[in-house]
Nanobody
């Protein structure tokens, strides 16, 4: 499975941005997908996750009510809508996918930079 993110960029505080992730390859075995982020000098953190069957979602407290994760009906595209962006949201955002039976996310994209200026 290959994952390619897009949509990152430089925005001002309070702006919105939408990230996309395109999945290719044997994506039919993916059971969950997620967005992670890693700010400079900090550990990677999971921002949001979604189950491919049923669509249940989960969010980090820091982005709850501001970010929305979604997938399309083909399950080959993942999105992250980000609103009311803050400078502390600045990070490289990664798309990740997990195969059925895996406890962790075993496929990763290359990341897309999001920079929020104050």
């Amino acid at each position: 499975v290959q994952l390619v993110e897009s949509g990152g960029g430089l925005v001002q505080a309070g702006d919105s941005l939408k990230l996309s992730c395109a999945a290719s390859g044997r994506s039919e075995f993916i059971s969950a997908m997620a967005w992670f982020r890693q700010a400079s000098g900090k550990e990677r953190e999971r921002v949001a996750a979604i189950l491919m069957h049923g669509g249940s979602t989960a969010y980090a407290d820091s982005v709850k009510d501001r970010f929305t994760i979604s997938r399309d009906s083909t399950r080959k595209s993942l999105y992250l809508e980000m609103r009311s962006l803050k400078p502390e949201d600045t990070a490289v955002y990664f798309c990740a996918a997990r195969d059925r039976g895996n406890s962790g996310f075993n496929y990763w994209g290359q990341g897309t930079q999001v920079t929020v200026s104050s």
